[in-house]
Each structure stands twice: as C-alpha cells, then as structure tokens.
C-alpha cells in the first residue's frame, strides 16, 4: 500500500476556476445566432401588441393571473381549459425525449437558460477583461486598482443583465408598457419587485460565479438525460483511435508512431465546464461543441483532416477502428425510438391543433346537483336540480335560451325568471339555477333514471349546444 | 477492488460501491456547498428567534418580529370586511323586495348566503337544504311553507325563529297532543280521513267518522278543508309534503304525540346583512315566492 491510500480523502474540495478560450468556427457562430434568437424571443414577447378588441388585454403573450386568463396571441384559455397547458406541457417532455435520444444534450449545450446565459456573461468578462491568458494573469494578480476597476466594471454590467432579465420576467404576466411606467415610478405592486431581485439575484449569481457547477451539481437533467442516450445517440467524442497516442510533434522524433492529437490543450482551454473532452463521455460535458470548433482549428493549422473530436454515434466505433466509414447521421437518428417519440409529439400536437379549433363558442356545463337527488313538490311531481355554467367567449353579450328533449314528460324551468332565456355579457360566465320537473306519477317521477338533453341556444346565431344528463326519480 | 480497466492514474479513491462492474468515485464536496449547508443552519437558528417556534407550556416563543397566522388571517378578514362594506350597508338597507331586481346585489347575497347557510343551518335543514323529515326539520327546497315562502316571511322566520323562548317575536303555535284527548278509534279514524284529503288510499269505512273528528279538533288550525294556516304554522294536510312523514304510522304519532319543531332567532347571531343574504340564498332554492302586493 502506498501512503496516499492511508491519507483521508480530502472531504471538501476549492472550485477550479475556469478561464474559457475564445474559439470560432463554424458550432461558434451557430451559437452566437441561437443565443440571439433565444435572448431576442425572451425580451421582446412581452413588448409585441395583438389587438383584441376593447375591455381584453392588448399584448400578444400574457398569462392574466388575476383574471385567470392566458392569451397567446390568438388563442385565449380559460381556466376549465388547462388540458391545453398540460397538452403543451406533454409535448415539452417528448420533445425533449426525443431530442435527447436523437442528439443528445443539444438542450443543455444550446439552449438552456444556464448556458445562453452564462456564455453572455462570458462574453462580457472577455470584453472587460481580456482573452484567458490576460484573465488568468489577472484572477492571480494582486488587488490593485487596476484589478479593482475591472472586476467592478464586470460586475456592474453582469448586474445590468440580471436586472433586464428578471425585469422582462414580470413583463409577461400584466401590460408591459403600464408595468414599465409603474416599476419606474416605484409605484408597481412589492411583487414585481421582489419577483425582479429574486430573478437579478439568480440570474448575476449562477451565470456570473456558480456556471459549470449548476450543471454538475444542482441540475437534474444531466442525469436523467444520461438514461435518453444510447450508443445510436449523435454526441460531441474524441475519436482516441485516430488520437492516441498523444503527443507534440517534433520535427525528426518519430511522430509517425504518434496519433493526431498533438495535446494542444485547445479543446480544454475553450471548454466552459473546464473538462477534457479526450477523457471520454462524462456527467460534466453539455456538448456545447467548442471543443470541436477548437479541434478542427488546430488540425487545419497541422495539416490534418477535421473531425478529430466531433459529433459521432458511439457505435460507430467499433467500425472505425476496423477502417470503415461511420453510418451516415440519418442512420443514426432515424431507428424505431425517435420514430415513437416524433409520432407521440405529432399526434398530441395535431390533438392539441384539433381541440382548439373544434372549441365550441358556446361553453356550457351541467353539473347536476345530487344532494338532496330529487325534491317532491306539493302536487306530488318531481323536481331535479341542474347548476348551469354558461361562459360566453365571444366579445358581444348573448342571450342564450334553453329548452330540454327527452323521451319522457319533463317541463325546465329556470330559478329568478319566468323566461327559459339566459344573459351572459361579453367574455364572462352566468350561473344558473336550472330546474326540471316530472308531472306528479309520471314514469319519469316514479322510475330510477331518465336520460334528457339540455339545449342552449344562442338567439342571435342560432349556434346550439347541448349536453346529456340524467333525471332522478323517486325509485332511488 | 479498484481493478476497473478505466481506472487511471490521478482518478480519485472509489467509494468501493460495485454494481455491474460500475465503480463510484469518492469525489470531494465542493467548499461552497459546505458553506452553504452552514448558512441554512444560521438562517434555521435566525429563523426561529424571528418567527415563532419553540414550544413551551403554554403556548411557543412568540418571535422577535411578531408575526401570527391568526393576526394575518383577522388581517385578510377585516379588509375583506372593508372591500365588503357597502355592498353590505346597501343590502342591509334596501327594501328586501328590491334585492332581486338588483343582479349585483342579487349574486352577492346568495353567494354570501350560501355561505351563512352552510355555517349555521346545515346542521338542521341539511348541507343541501333538503331538511330531515325523521326529525322535522323541513325541506326547504320545495315549494311548501309552513310560515310563509316570500322573501319578508323567511326573513322573519330567520330574524326570529318558531317556537323559542329568547325572542318575544319567535313565530309561536302548538299542536296539542291529542293522545290525551281522543280515543285509539278516533284517532285511526281522523288518520284515515287526512290520508283522504291528502290523496293516498284510505280505510273507506273509517273516513266518514274521521272527518267528523276533524271538523271538531282539527279544522281550527288546519283549515275547514285541510289546506292548512300560514298565520299560525299550520301545515297544508292536503299535498304531498310531510314534515314529520305522511304514512299511516307517522301519522298517528304525531297526533298521538304532537311534535312541535324549533328554531332559533338569529338576530342576536347574525348581522342584517347576513340575514337578508340567507333570506335571498334560500328564497333562490327554487320554492321562494313573489310577495303578494
């Protein structure tokens, strides 16, 4: 035994700064585009307008928490509608199924919030305070002015980004321009302030100081994303068969016994979870391909072919050290489980699309009112209870009637009026008290159940709708 | 152990945990984590000095900053008290007649109602206000009314209550028990005529002399024909509602026996407003009647 292995492990261990490289190519400026994209799409939505009329809200996303709505530039949903949510909320999950079998961490690597954000915040410390070499010199220099100056200047512009991005979180949940105003005047609700810091906070915090350790300490995702991937799976490798052995190339020292990689160190230095990617497939790595940009750099620069670290199927190994060709991507990515999961996020998509063009404009529900089941009325007939919700979606008030068809001899009858006609004003919902009564000995009155259907009609369009239900008598 | 193939020279210790071959590294906790797991601590200990937490005796610290759920609830309470102050005094004030012509006013007294109702008369006249025939309590769903089913009559009843010795103005009558009074034949036949009158099948042969009965002791309060008085909380005998039950044996118990219900006034308990809001609420169960001008 050596002595090391007597030694206690060390328990608690210093974060190894990282220095991220500045790298292009081609993943690079794929990158730069998406981040805009996702930055732009996240500060702009609350700003755009959709016009809906007069008494609704004029912006195009809004989640209406007090008045319970939720406007998506067209389509409206009411609270009974949140099947459409949890519809969107399924898609989600498959569609990160399926990216992930497909393309492995693509979320993590391009579009998750942690990593647009904290590839933000790395641009600015590299325009403030220099490339890694003049960062590295600085993080070990003393605290002078200079160090000072900089690391402030760092900070204050990190810390006008968390304030816009926690600042455009609030936006999407009441009329932006009103909030704006309000939040300037320090006259908006102590909610939207404290919505605001917490969101400044998180977002100054984990993309200025906590970056990689998110990923590899509080984030659930790497793990579970693990379980998505198998061996068809497109990944960011290191094809170590073409690399290894490792070594620089000197002119006259035998670098034919050596491999590709000349241990440039690039793929390390770009990497902003500060692993070696030539270590094989790891819990820390986001496939964020820098690496690769940085690769095919160096190996442009040797005169070798690209491709040393790239996206590969892990099962393309195996025919790559017998020197064949990889399968083409398409091989890869179309097998039997991407198709299950395209055709799940497809069908519940299309039901989704479906639904909500299908959505009657008249929305009514029964809910039969079972305690007590009947009343039995001084004449001897029967009376049923029915609790109507009648919501109007439309921006016009309506006048519904409502009438009822059944095999048997039932009379309806509404509670407050003498009339079987409903007002709903314009985008609200009416109760009402709906009474159906059974003729004193009437096979209705007397027997178990009876089936009716309720009509509602709009008396302006004559849209109808109805709904089934039951009739209690008194055989209980 | 520590025989993996991957294992290489720099890799920290394993745990010695082996599944399938698959070993775990005993990595280090990051320093900060370990810092952070000792800040939860100081705000756990902070916590509780401000908030309230530790139990003693009689009741926990109470905490620097003062803070109770009951005082925060007695909070919400008296600003929702507030939002509803004049909607409140209105309905306290407007002419009970006129509530309904007034929707606003109309949907607040009957959400509010409901609410009153399920606190202080579900546990007589039932959750769904469908009463409890085994022990009188009436249903006040339908369309019968012992005291009256206008909105002032039912604000009355509530104000007041029936039969009870704390309100001078109570609603009062009382059905002599007749067990007393009239035979074992007699009453077997004056049940047989109310059976008649109210349209079930009945003992022909004991009808007769039964209705000679009723004209004598009965008639007074229930009415020549049966129809009973509202004046006096006489129930109608001749339709198909039963307070007490309506069959031949629940019948002559209550002749034999005479029950008489009661309820409690509820001015001394509820405001004016909520007494008019229950008043609405059970005049909107579907047998409120429109007042007589």
């Known amino acids: ?476 | 152990m520590s025989t993996a193939p991957n294992k290489q020279p720099g890799d920290p210790e394993t745990t010695g945990h082996e599944w399938d071959g698959i070993e775990e590294f005993n990595n280090p906790l990051p320093r900060w984590w370990l810092w952070t797991f000792y800040l939860t601590i100081i705000w756990g200990i902070g916590y509780t000095i401000a908030y309230p937490a530790w139990p003693l005796i009689q009741e926990a610290t109470p905490g620097l900053l003062g803070y109770s759920t009951r005082a925060e609830v007695a909070e919400e309470i008296s600003r929702v008290e507030a939002a509803n102050a004049d909607i409140e005094s209105r309905l306290a004030s407007i002419e009970l007649t006129e509530i309904s012509a007034d929707p606003e006013l109309q949907q607040y007294a009957v959400n509010a109602g409901a609410a009153v109702f399920r606190s202080w008369c579900s546990q007589c006249h039932g959750s769904g206000a469908a009463g409890v025939q085994a022990a009188g309590y009436p249903n006040l769903l339908d369309d019968d009314w012992l005291w009256g089913g206008d909105i002032e009559a039912i604000h009355y009843t509530i104000a007041h209550g029936i039969r009870n010795t704390e309100d001078f103005d109570a609603r009062f009558s009382e059905m002599p028990a007749f067990g007393d009074i009239l035979s074992e034949e007699e009453i077997a036949q004056v049940v047989a005529y109310v059976q008649q009158i109210s349209g079930q099948e009945a003992d022909a042969t004991l009808v007769s002399a039964g209705a000679e009965i009723y004209l004598d002791n009965c008639a007074s309060c229930h009415g020549d024909n049966g129809e009973g008085i509202r004046d006096l909380g006489a129930p109608n005998l001749t339709d198909a509602i039963w307070l007490y039950g309506g069959d031949a044996e629940a019948l002559t118990y209550q002749i034999v026996n005479a029950r008489n219900g009661v309820m409690p006034p509820w001015t001394n308990r509820l405001s004016e407003a909520e007494i008019r809001a229950v008043a609405t609420y059970v005049h909107g169960l579907g047998g409120g009647e429109t007042l007589e001008e």
């Not at chain 1, 083409?328 to 998509?349: A, F, Q």
């Not at chain 1, 921006?395 to 068809?405: V, Y």
């Open chain 1, 1 to 476: 035994m050596s002595s090391t292995d007597t030694e206690d492990p060390k328990l608690y261990a210093a974060r190894e700064p990282v220095f991220p490289r500045r790298v292009s190519g081609a993943f690079r400026t794929f990158k730069w585009w998406f981040m805009g994209l996702a930055l732009g799409i996240y500060y702009i939505t609350p700003w755009i307008r959709w016009d809906r009329g007069p008494n609704l809200p004029d912006q195009a996303v809004l989640v209406d928490l007090a008045h319970r709505r939720f406007f998506f530039f067209m389509v409206e949903i009411w609270p009974h509608e949140f099947y459409f949510v949890a519809g969107l909320l399924i898609m989600a999950g498959l569609g990160l199924f399926l990216f992930t079998s497909a393309l492995g961490r693509v979320w993590c690597g391009y579009a998750c919030p942690q990593t647009v954000w904290t590839d933000l915040f790395i641009l600015v410390e590299r325009w403030v305070e220099g490339d890694r070499n003049a960062r590295v010199r600085l993080w070990k220099s003393k605290w002078d002015f200079r160090k000072w100056r900089l690391r402030l200047t760092k900070w204050a512009i990190w810390l006008l980004i968390a304030v816009a991005t926690g600042g455009a979180w609030v936006f999407y949940f009441t009329d932006a321009p009103t909030l704006l105003v309000d939040l300037l005047t320090f006259s908006a609700h102590p909610v939207a302030y404290t919505t605001i810091a917490i969101l400044t906070a998180t977002t100054f915090l984990f993309g200025g100081f906590f970056r990689e350790q998110i990923c590899i300490y509080a984030c659930p995702w790497p793990r579970i994303q693990a379980a998505m991937m198998d061996e068809d799976t497109i990944t960011v490798g290191y094809r170590d068969w073409r690399g290894e052995p490792r070594g620089k190339h000197r002119k006259g020292e035998g670098a034919e016994a050596l491999g590709d990689c000349i241990d440039c160190m690039a793929c390390v230095n770009v990497c902003p979870m500060g692993i070696d990617i030539r270590d094989g497939q790891q819990l820390a790595c986001i496939t964020c391909a820098l690496c690769i940009d940085a690769c095919d750099d160096v190996m442009e620069k040797i005169g070798k072919p690209r491709g040393l670290i790239d996206y590969m199927a892990l099962s393309d190994e195996v025919r790559e050290r017998g020197g064949k060709k990889p399968l083409s991507i398409w091989t890869h990515i179309l097998r039997p489980r991407t198709m299950l999961y395209t055709s799940l996020y497809t069908i519940v998509g299309i039901g989704l699309v479906v639904a909500l063009f299908l959505r009657q404009e008249i929305d009514v529900t029964v809910e039969p009112v079972r305690n007590p089941t009947f009343v039995t009325l001084s004449d001897g007939s029967v009376r049923n209870t029915y609790n109507l919700r009648l919501r109007n979606l439309t921006l016009e008030d309506r006048r519904f009637h409502l009438s009822l068809t059944s095999d048997a001899l039932l009379r309806i009858d509404l509670e407050g009026t003498d009339e079987l006609v409903v007002d709903v004003p314009a985008n609200q919902m009416v109760q009402q008290r709906v009474y159906v009564i059974a003729p004193p000995r009437s096979e209705a009155a007397t027997a178990s159940l009876t089936d009716l259907r309720l009509w509602v009609e709009d008396l302006e369009s004559t849209d109808r709708a109805y709904r089934d239900t039951v009739f209690n008598g008194r055989d209980q």
